[in-house]
């Protein structure tokens, strides 16, 4: 699975990272995170607040860190859903 | 990818994780009540499936989650927390009273009682004031995120877009981090730089928690003056800004930036009040060392020094009081919940009520940190001008303060 967080760095999107590390250490997912800091790939995704959360492709949460348990609901495989 | 067995499970709750994405229709409470019944049905522990912290290993309430009736809990509680607050903030003077006359037993004429007797009413009573209301603004506006915002106002021509843009920058949730791709998200899908420039002043200077401390601490007429202006300031520095045609000042890239499809995304009504929660800690942790010191400050000065003091140099008789202290504060930076301390004690001093509101309006609209973050999109020549404009119209607007108050 593939997550990213669409951010320039500041405090939130540092802490999001955070957390959907643990989260996919708590649950066992083997994830591949990048971290998108180039405003005009952030763009893309069509959000105007940071940090963003993309499982996949699909913008998950903008503007806000989402708490640990709705984060894990985001990254539960598609092939579970 | 390993997926736990826990998750495998989760299959008969499919739908509900889509909820995210999931258009008007469903009510906020609804999709709060599946997001519940999704994390029963997937099997997921206390720790998963909501505030791990509060909820971990206590049985009872897991089992409170389980009652059909859970939403009446919650009412229930938060009526509580209501009658609570009310209760402790009208007992606020009584309180302070108390402490500093019978239990310190200071004479009631000296500068030290009069200070700790301030001191002792006005922190517990500022954060009262912030832990009251901010959560309940807080879930208001998750409503309104930007990518909302900016459906609302396009295509609603310059000046109505100006006047929408400004109205929603006042419940709109702003961060400077936020302000390049807020920005960005403006200007790349057409609307005019009036509109943008609009809602980028009334965002963070007309907020909930100016509003709240304004009206708890001088009453709602001076709150509501505030805020009104603060538009005004919002909506002339908008149009202004339009009307001097500087997109040319914009950096090109800016231009060439295509935005994907606009997502806003869907959250679960339960989500929003704990996110409202934790964003109050959030403010709370942060605006403290500053709310603490000034405050102390405050005391200090409310106390000891002389009254015609502030009043002797900012004062009526002084034209250029106003200009003065708005250019002391621009390159300021500070939320609204930081200036209102320093702002009580030069009120309290002598400063007439409009010079005191127009600093802190500088001080909110414009600050050092924001032109910086502001820089990487547009030119210097725009950020003079929006600089410029927005101190000349806090001015203008610091005159008008003092003329009706």
Known sequence: MN???????????????????????????????????????????????????????????????????EIATMMQPADTQ | MSAPVRGMEASPAKGTDDRHFQTAGQSAETAGQSAETAGQTAGQTAETAGQSAATGGAPYLAALRALPSRRG?????????????????????RFAAWLTYDL?????????????????????????????IIPVVSVLRSYFPPERVKKVVSGKGELLGTVLAALLGTVTPFCSCSAVPMFIGFVESGLPLGVTFGFLIASPVVNEVALVLLAGLFGLKVALL?????LVVAIVGGTVIGRLHLEDQVEDYVYKIK????AVTRVAFSQRLADAFSYTQDIM????????????????????????????YAGRGNPLAVPMVVLIAVPLYSNAAGTIPIVQALI?????????????????????PEMVILRKVIKPKLIAVFITVVTLAIVMIGYVFNAVL
């Open chain 2, 348 to 368: 309290q001093k002598g400063l007439p009520m409009g010079t005191t509101l127009a600093f802190m309006m500088a001080i909110t609209a414009i600050s050092t």
């Open chain 2, 226 to 230: 505030y805020v009104g202006l603060g």
């Open chain 2, 104 to 132: 310190l037993g200071l004479d009631r004429h000296t500068h030290l009682a009069s200070s700790v007797d301030f001191f002792a009413t006005d922190v517990p009573k500022i954060f009262l004031l912030l832990g009251g």
């Open chain 1, 3 to 69: 997550v990213k967080i669409l951010g320039t760095g500041c405090p939130n999107c540092v802490r999001l990272e955070a957390l959907v590390k643990e989260v996919a250490r708590e649950k066992g997912l083997s994830l591949e995170v990048d971290k998108v800091t180039d405003i005009v790939e952030i763009m893309s995704y069509g959000i105007m607040s940071t940090p963003g959360l993309v499982v996949d492709g699909q913008v998950m949460s903008s503007g806000r860190v989402p708490p640990k348990g």
């Open chain 2, 259 to 262: 935005m994907g499809e606009v």
């Open chain 2, 285 to 312: 942790s942060r605006v403290f060392p500053w709310v603490l010191g000034g405050i102390v400050f405050g005391a200090a000065i409310h106390g000891y020094a002389p009254t015609g003091f502030v009043a002797h």
């Open chain 2, 73 to 93: 809990w919650l009412a229930l509680a938060l009526a509580v927390a209501v009658g609570a607050w009310l209760e402790l903030y009208w007992q606020l003077g």
